[in-house]
């Protein structure tokens, strides 16, 4: 039986930084074509190249979630990071329109902080080895396998004797030689019950209800002129 591999869902080191890349520069140059579009006045386009840099970063956050799982950590870890970074967005919109320099600078210093643990959490990710993984192969080894055939312990048979059963296969060195450890065994077991390895020559030893039978009887007694018989 064969156990597939998974490596397709495993996310090693060098396909996540490649996969980190590919997302930096697709959003930096999505990014810059929406902020073109809106230039030149082309606000659909603008609201498309703009619109598709959040299911290219909910993607990595999937490869991001598979690393957590491939080096042991928990796969939550990307979707908080980026669950704060929406709020810490939020709010530092939010401080700007109070027109307030504290404010607005606590929301930018907020915004900046999550930013920067999320940046820390994505190279750190690709960074720590993963764990090895395990081969199931190894583990069912021996689920999978024929059982190897059992060796002989008992002698050989004697050259010449023949001790094939109706039935069997002739030439089968291994049918002979269990057939005449069988027989051995048998013989052995009914010399120890009977005291003949013969089953034909063993005298049947009486019933119990026989021996009672012949103790209770009274023995005869000869009578004066009578001949006992």
């Given at each position: 039986?064969a156990y597939?591999?998974?490596?397709?869902?495993?996310?090693?080191?060098?396909?996540?930084?490649?996969?980190?890349?590919?997302?930096?520069?697709?959003?930096?140059?999505?990014?810059?074509?929406?902020?073109?579009?809106?230039?030149?006045?082309?606000?659909?386009?603008?609201?498309?190249?703009?619109?598709?840099?959040?299911?290219?970063?909910?993607?990595?956050?999937?490869?991001?979630?598979?690393?957590?799982?491939?080096?042991?950590?928990?796969?939550?870890?990307?979707?908080?990071?980026?669950?704060?970074?929406?709020?810490?967005?939020?709010?530092?919109?939010?401080?700007?329109?109070?027109?307030?320099?504290?404010?607005?600078?606590?929301?930018?210093?907020?915004?900046?902080?999550?930013?920067?643990?999320?940046?820390v959490l994505?190279?750190?990710?690709?960074?720590?080895?993963?764990?090895?993984?395990?081969?199931?192969?190894?583990?069912?080894?021996?689920?999978?396998?024929?059982?190897?055939?059992?060796?002989?312990?008992?002698?050989?048979?004697?050259?010449?004797?023949?001790?094939?059963?109706?039935?069997?296969?002739?030439?089968?060195?291994?049918?002979?030689?269990?057939?005449?450890?069988?027989?051995?065994?048998?013989?052995?077991?009914?010399?120890?019950?009977?005291?003949?390895?013969?089953?034909?020559?063993?005298?049947?030893?009486?019933s119990p209800?026989?021996?009672?039978?012949?103790?209770?009887?009274?023995?005869?007694?000869?009578?004066?002129?009578?001949?006992?018989?």
């Open positions: 039986m597939p591999e998974s490596e397709g869902a495993r996310v090693n080191r060098s396909r996540y930084w490649l996969m980190f890349f590919v997302t930096m520069v697709a959003s930096i140059v999505l990014i810059g074509v929406s902020i073109g579009a809106f230039a030149n006045g082309s606000i659909g386009l603008g609201i498309i190249a703009f619109l598709l840099i959040a299911p290219l970063n909910i993607y990595f956050r999937v490869i991001m979630m598979r690393r957590c799982r491939d080096i042991g950590w928990a796969p939550a870890l990307p979707w908080i990071t980026f669950g704060l970074g929406i709020v810490a967005s939020v709010f530092s919109f939010g401080s700007m329109a109070t027109l307030d320099p504290t404010i607005i600078l606590g929301g930018s210093g907020f915004s900046m902080l999550v930013s920067l643990a999320d940046l994505m190279i750190a990710l690709g960074s720590v080895r993963g764990k090895p993984q395990m081969d199931y192969r190894e583990v069912f080894d021996g689920y999978d396998r024929q059982p190897a055939p059992q060796q002989r312990t008992g002698p050989r048979p004697a050259a010449g004797f023949s001790t094939s059963q109706p039935g069997a296969a002739t030439g089968d060195a291994t049918s002979s030689g269990d057939a005449m450890d069988d027989a051995i065994a048998r013989a052995l077991e009914n010399y120890k019950r009977t005291g003949s390895a013969v089953p034909e020559q063993a005298t049947a030893a009486p209800v026989r021996q009672r039978a012949q103790q209770a009887a009274p023995a005869r007694v000869a009578g004066f002129g009578r001949k006992m018989v």
